[in-house]
């Protein structure tokens, strides 16, 4: 799918939530202000477990040689969650090279340096890749040993609470391709469905700042010299049926764009669905992984923090029956 369809998809309602990729790559230092913040619990509490459980997690890896990072984000994330992780990780197997994989190459790139600077004579590599592309992992394959497993982790929920349910098929199609038998796949899950807590995380500034960063995009790649990014308001609304927090802009004037010679009219008043905050069920998950030889082999729990609702799951790639 090209940018210009995504945009026209959007403003034509043939599709809704699947602008995740394009809200970090205009001002993405923003997403790091947004972690900042004292509400956003998401980000506290995944981390907060990582570091409580990370040698209890890593004692599900054996002969792990190469770890593939979906989606690193900006520095804060990798320094509290990737960081103290591979630590733990590299005292259970040893070393690994590391490679991230991001649709704003800045981020893995910024990965890459913060991970030379941690990690002694690590190998790392960054790549600018759209993981809903078909095949999308194909470059991150690189060749291991037969003994040798890899390992993809990815943090900050942008698999299972960022994507429609035929986009996680399809990135998980483009996962399962990558990973050989016995590779892992680890990732956190929130299972919080307490609206007031994800509308205080969620319906913030900054929240609203990431979201016209789509629009802020839109305006820089297509050159539209009247269109005005900012002329759009935030709509967080939480789904109670479908267990989604929905962030939607609301165009505040009336706007006509042209894209690939397609004139387009935003009435003002329209709202358009940018992204969501899932929290899907973990049957749900281990649905969709089983569909790719990926079986759930353990689901970690804060057993100290009654009130932290993430987990962290490490699936493995079995051999297709
Ligand atoms: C919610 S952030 C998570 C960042 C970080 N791992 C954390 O724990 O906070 C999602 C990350 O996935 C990346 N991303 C979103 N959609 C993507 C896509 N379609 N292809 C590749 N990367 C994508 C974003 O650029 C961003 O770095």
Redesign the pocket.
């Known amino acids: 799918m090209t940018l210009e369809q995504d945009y026209i998809d959007l403003f034509s309602y043939k599709r809704k939530g699947h602008m ?2 394009y809200i ?1 790559r205009y001002r993405p230092a923003i ?1 790091d202000e947004i ?1 900042k913040q004292e509400a956003y619990y998401p ?1 506290k509490m ?1 981390s907060d477990l990582l570091i409580q459980t990370s040698h209890n997690i890593c004692k599900n890896f054996e002969n792990v040689r190469h770890v593939l990072e979906l ?3 900006s520095q804060t ?1 990798i320094l509290s ?1 990737t960081v103290p992780f591979l630590k733990a990780l590299k005292s259970h197997v040893g070393s690994f090279t590391y490679t991230a ?4 190459l800045e ?1 893995a790139e910024h990965a890459c340096t913060l991970l030379s600077q941690q990690f002694d004579d690590i190998k790392t590599q960054s790549l600018e ?4 592309h078909s095949n999308a992992f194909e470059t991150a394959k690189n060749g291991a040993q037969p003994n040798d497993n890899k390992l993809m982790i990815c ?4 698999i299972f609470a ?1 994507n429609n349910d035929k986009d996680i098929e399809i990135l998980l199609k483009n996962i399962g391709i990558c990973l050989n038998k016995d590779d892992y796949f680890l990732f956190g899950i929130d299972n919080n469905h307490n609206e007031a807590l994800l509308k205080r995380a969620y319906n913030t500034k900054l929240t609203h700042e990431l979201l016209l960063n789509s629009m802020y995009y839109l305006k820089s790649k297509l050159n539209l010299k009247d269109f005005n990014p900012e002329a759009f308001n935030l709509i967080c609304k939480w789904n109670s049926k479908e267990k989604k927090v929905e962030l939607s802009l609301k165009a505040t004037v009336k706007h006509i764009i042209k894209i690939r010679e397609q004139e387009l009219l935003i009435d003002k008043g329209q709202e358009f669905n940018i992204l969501n905050s899932r929290r899907p069920l973990i049957e749900t998950i281990r649905k969709f992984l089983a569909k790719e030889n990926l079986i759930i082999k353990n689901v970690i729990s804060s057993d100290t923090d009654t009130n932290n609702t993430f987990s962290i799951v490490i699936a493995q790639k079995h051999s297709s029956i």
């Open positions: 995740g990729k970090y997403y972690l980000f995944e989606g690193p984000g994330p969650k994989v991001d649709s704003t981020y890749i759209d993981f809903l943090f900050g929920q942008p960022n």
